[in-house]
């Protein structure tokens, strides 16, 4: 049996052992695209990213997320890419968004997992980077989600950026909306920070 297989059988058990022991169950499919920006909310408790893992897990997904350069130096660095983790350089001429558009355009597969509150506390808006990441590189956005009322995550609809950011906010807010954080007094109201604008041209 080739090793990739191997890997990926062992990461699902891991992955269902893991929801079951937790109490949680699984709705939905994994994403039929093989890029895409997968959106993790609500996002209020260091419980999140272990659940997400766990569950893209059980649900046979691969996802990467990104985090920032330095954590993955020395021994951690393996570790960390193993775990799907992408180092990112916030002082690069290039900024996050367009080292993510490059990283899809290089990639033939390629599931992002952004968490778009970018902290456990309550924030009064979203970044607003996942959508211009999957504009930019003309890939769908898929909702994933915990909700802590149900104990149930997974992954919800999807959506293409229409560019139109209110009528595509109106869809967030519509499936958001219902769901419980671990603690819902952090989950903030679901609006899009407004996009920076472009560096000026060396």
Known sequence: ???????????????????KAFGWK???EPPADPKCVVI?????SNWDGVYMLAVAWAMGMRISWMGKHTLFKGWR?????????IPVDRRARH???EQMVQRFAE???LLLAIPPEGTRKRTEQWKSGFYWIAQGAHVPIYLSFLDYGRKVAGIGPSFVPSGDVEADVAKLKAFYGPLKGKFPENFG????APKKPDAPKA
Not at 2 to 10: D, K, Q, T
């Open 40 to 44: 993790a909310a609500p996002h209020t």
């Open 107 to 109: 990639s033939e597969a």
């Open 77 to 85: 660095g393996p570790v960390l890419a193993a775990l799907g983790g």
């Open 1 to 19: 049996m080739p090793s990739h297989l191997s890997r990926s059988r062992v990461r699902r058990w891991i992955g269902r052992t893991a929801v």
């Open 26 to 28: 699984v709705e939905g």
């Open 95 to 97: 900024d996050v968004v």
């Open 189 to 192: 109201p679901i609006e899009l």
